[in-house]
C-alpha cells in the first residue's frame, strides 16, 4: 500500500495525506480542511418524523497543521486555530493492509467538527446507507438520522404537503429508515466515520466533500481497492458478512395477510389453486389488531391472540407438511395497555424519563415503552421472554423486526449515554436482539427476520432488508423506483439481500394502489431475493391481487418465474457469503469502464448475468433500457440480440418486464427457453 505524507512545516504550514496515489487529505492555512466549533440543536420527534434544526454558535477554521511522524509508522497532525495555539483536535493517521485510518480527539467543548475531503469535479458518490431518491449523492447533501422517511417524500407535490400539516409526516428526499455515514466515490475508496452522532455529508462542492458531525468521531476509515468489485468485498469484511438467506424463501412467495386465520387460509387456498407458488404466510396480526385513523395497526403486546388465529399450533403443523412457513411481527416497544409491559415495567426493563419516571412513546392513537436493550437483563429478557418463547417456540419462522428509528432522545438509558448518540446505534441493537435469540434457538440461517432500519454494523447481524413504506403509486420519490435505489445504496456497503412490500404499503388522502402496479411490482419482485406482499395500512381500499384472475394468473406466473430462478440465486447467495457481493449490483460494479453506467439508478444487474430494468410508470407499452458496453445482451421475451454501450427501447407489456440475459452466460440457453415456456 503507497502511504506519502508531505508537510511543508515552517514554510507554509500545508499538510498532504495520500494513500495509493489518492489524495485523502489536504490542508493548508488559507484552505483548511478542518472546521470546529459548537452548536446548540433542536429536536422535536412527532410518531418517528423529527425535526431537527441547529444553531451554531460557532465555527471556526483550524489553520495551524503541524505534524509529526510516530516511532510506530504513525503520523501525527495537530490541528489548531493559529500558530503557537493549543491544539484543538489531534489526528493520528496510521497505514492499514486496506487503506489507512485516522483517529480523532477533540477538546471537550467540541460538539461540532467539520472535515473536508478532496474531490473531483466530475467524481460520483454512493451510498450514505440506504438513499430511497438519489443514487449518485453528488450534488446534494444528506444528513444522516434514522427516522420514518415520510408520504411522498417530495416537497413539491400535494401528498407530500398533506402528509405535512396532518401529521408532520411529508419527509424530503434524504429521510431514510437506513442512514450510515459511509460513502463510496468512483475514485474507488470508501469512507466511513465511526460514530453515532448526527451528521450531515454535503457533496455539493467541485473541490471537497465536507463531513458535519455533531461529536467528534472516533476515527475516520478509509478503504481503497483496484477495482469496484474489490472495493465492496473489503467494504462488507469491515463490517460483517450479511447472514446467509434460508433457502426456503426461494421456493416461492411469501403472502402476507392480517385478517385472521380465516382470511389467511382461503386465500393461501385460492392462491396455490391458481398456481401461485407460496413459500410462506406473513400474517403480521398474529398478537391482535387495533383500529386507528391511520388503518389497521397491531396489538404490541407480543404474544399469540387466540381470537384471530385459533388452535394456531396445529395450523402451523398443517402448512409445514405443506411445505409452506408461518412469519409474523415484532418491534421493541410494548403498549402500555398490554400484559408484558407491566411485567417489564415491574422488572425495571424500560427507558426512563431523565426524572426516572415512566416514559411513553406516542405511536399514533396508543402510547408504548421502550425496551431498554442498553440494559443487558432487558435484552436477554426480550430475546427469550418474547422472540423465543412467544415466536419461535411457539411456530414463528421469521418475522418483521420493525421501529428501530423511533428512539427518542430525551429519555434516559441504562448505560448513561446521551440519546442524542444512541438514536442511530439502536437499530443494530435492535438487530442484535433478533439474531441473538435466533442463534440461541439453533435457528440460524433457517429462522428470516427482515427490517427497514440500520445503521453501521446492522449487516453482520440482520439476513434481510426491507425497503421501508413506499406509497402504493409510481412516484418518483416514494413509489415502485425507489425500492431500486435502496437496494443498489445499501448494497454497496455490505447489505447483499434486499426487497419490498409488492404494491407498496401506504395508502392516504384517496392515494390507492391499483393492479397495474402490483402486477409492475410483482414482476420487479421476481428478480430480487424475496417476493412478499403486504395488504397496506389500509387493506379495504386498496386493490388486492386475489380480487381479479387476470392479476391472479399474472402474480402466480410471476412466482414461478422466481422459483425457476433459485439455482443461480442460490448461487448469488453462496457468492454474498464467500465475497460479500450483493445479488442487485449498480451496473458499473461489473461495467466501471462504462462512465454511462455510474449515475443509472433504475436499473440493476441481478448477479453477474442478467440485467434488469423495472417499468416504473402507468400505462407503459414499451421501456428504454440501456445496456453496459463490453458486453452483447439478449432480451429475455423476445430473443434479440443487442450490443452493449448503448440504449435500446423493448416491447414491455404487462408480463414481460424488461430483462436481458448477457451473452456467454452459463443458464442463458436454459433462461431463453424458459420465457417461452412460462
Request: aromatic residues 12%; hydrophobic residues 40%.
Amino acid at each position: 500500500m503507497d502511504w506519502q505524507t508531505e508537510s511543508n512545516g515552517q514554510a507554509n504550514g500545508s499538510v498532504v495525506l495520500r494513500v495509493a496515489n489518492r489524495t485523502l487529505f489536504e490542508h493548508t492555512p488559507q484552505a483548511p480542511a478542518v472546521f470546529v466549533g459548537h452548536g446548540t440543536p433542536t429536536v422535536e420527534m412527532y410518531r418517528g418524523n423529527f425535526d431537527i434544526s441547529d444553531y451554531v454558535d460557532e465555527r471556526v477554521a483550524l489553520r495551524d497543521a503541524r505534524l509529526t511522524h510516530d516511532a510506530d509508522g504513525s503520523v501525527r497532525i495537530e490541528l489548531a486555530r493559529q500558530p503557537g495555539a493549543p491544539a484543538e483536535l489531534t489526528v493520528v493517521a496510521r497505514r492499514t493492509a486496506n487503506g489507512a485510518t485516522l483517529e480523532l480527539t477533540g477538546n471537550a467543548s467540541l460538539n461540532r467538527v467539520w472535515w473536508r475531503v478532496p474531490a473531483q469535479a466530475d467524481e460520483h458518490v454512493w451510498g450514505c446507507g440506504e438513499q430511497m431518491s438519489y443514487f449518485d449523492l453528488r450534488g446534494r447533501h444528506f444528513p444522516l438520522w434514522t427516522s420514518e422517511p415520510g408520504v411522498g417524500r417530495d416537497k413539491s407535490t400535494h401528498l407530500t404537503w398533506q402528509a405535512d400539516v396532518t401529521s408532520k409526516a411529508g419527509g424530503d428526499y434524504y429521510h431514510t429508515n437506513y442512514p450510515q455515514p459511509t460513502f463510496v466515490s468512483s475514485r474507488k475508496y470508501c469512507l466511513h466515520a465511526e460514530t453515532t452522532a448526527y451528521a450531515d455529508f454535503d457533496f455539493r462542492h467541485d473541490d471537497w466533500h465536507e463531513l458535519q458531525f455533531w461529536a467528534v468521531p472516533e476515527r475516520l476509515e478509509f478503504i481503497v481497492a483496484d477495482t469496484f468489485v474489490e472495493l465492496v468485498e473489503r467494504i462488507s469484511l469491515r463490517f460483517g458478512r450479511q447472514p446467509a438467506l434460508p433457502s426456503w424463501v426461494m421456493d416461492g412467495a411469501i403472502l402476507g395477510l392480517k385478517n385472521g386465520r380465516e382470511h389467511a387460509q382461503q386465500i393461501f387456498d385460492a392462491s396455490r389453486a391458481a398456481g401461485v407458488a407460496v413459500s410462506g404466510l406473513w400474517c403480521e396480526d398474529w398478537a391482535g389488531i387495533r383500529q386507528t385513523s391511520f388503518g389497521k395497526r397491531l396489538f404490541w403486546n407480543w404474544r399469540w391472540n387466540d381470537e384471530r388465529y385459533p388452535d394456531h399450533d396445529a395450523w402451523l403443523a398443517q402448512l409445514k407438511q405443506d411445505g409452506v412457513r408461518f412469519l409474523g411481527y415484532v418491534n421493541p416497544y410494548l403498549c402500555n395497555d398490554g400484559s408484558l409491559y407491566e411485567e417489564a415495567r415491574a422488572a425495571g426493563y424500560l427507558a426512563t424519563r431523565v426524572d426516572g419516571g415512566d416514559y411513553l412513546v406516542d405511536f399514533g392513537e396508543f402510547d408504548c415503552g421502550v425496551v431498554d436493550f442498553t440494559n443487558p437483563a432487558a435484552a436477554r429478557w426480550f430475546e427469550e421472554r418474547v422472540i423465543r418463547a412467544e415466536m419461535l417456540e411457539r411456530g414463528l419462522d421469521g418475522w418483521m423486526a420493525d421501529f428501530g428509528e423511533y428512539l427518542p432522545t430525551d429519555l434516559a438509558l441504562a448505560n448513561g449515554v446521551d440519546a442524542m448518540l444512541m438514536h442511530n446505534a439502536w437499530p443494530t441493537l435492535w438487530a442484535e436482539v433478533n439474531a441473538r435469540a435466533i442463534a440461541s434457538a439453533g435457528r440460524s440461517g433457517d429462522a428470516l427476520f427482515f427490517m427497514r432500519a440500520g445503521y453501521t454494523g446492522v449487516q453482520a447481524h440482520c439476513p434481510l432488508l426491507w425497503a421501508g413504506d413506499q406509497s402504493v403509486d409510481f412516484t418518483r420519490h416514494d413509489g415502485l423506483q425507489t425500492v431500486i435505489c435502496g437496494a443498489l445504496s445499501s448494497g454497496l456497503l455490505g447489505n447483499a439481500y434486499h426487497h419490498s412490500d409488492i404494491g407498496g404499503y401506504t395508502s392516504l388522502f384517496g392515494n390507492v394502489r391499483t393492479p397495474e402496479l402490483f402486477q409492475r411490482w410483482a414482476e420487479m419482485a421476481a428478480f430480487t431475493p424475496v417476493m412478499r406482499t403486504h395488504e397496506g395500512n389500509r387493506p379495504a381500499e386498496n386493490f388486492q391481487f386475489w380480487q381479479d384472475a387476470g392479476v391472479l394468473a399474472h402474480f402466480a406466473r410471476m412466482t414461478r418465474l422466481f422459483v425457476a430462478l433459485k439455482p443461480y440465486v442460490q448461487g448469488l447467495v453462496d457468492e454474498a457469503a464467500a465475497r460479500g457481493l450483493p445479488l442487485q449490483r449498480p451496473l458499473f460494479l461489473h461495467y466501471e469502464h462504462d462512465a454511462a453506467t455510474y449515475a443509472i439508478q433504475d436499473q440493476y444487474l441481478y448477479g453477474r448475468d442478467l440485467l434488469v430494468a423495472p417499468v416504473h410508470a402507468a400505462g407503459a407499452a414499451e421501456w428504454s433500457v440501456y445496456l453496459p458496453a463490453g458486453d452483447a445482451w439478449t432480451h429475455l421475451w423476445s430473443g434479440a440480440d443487442h450490443d452493449g454501450g448503448q440504449r435500446v427501447t423493448v416491447a414491455a407489456p404487462l408480463g414481460e418486464p424488461p430483462v436481458f440475459v448477457r451473452r456467454g452466460a452459463a443458464r442463458a440457453a436454459q433462461w431463453l427457453a424458459l420465457a417461452k415456456d412460462l
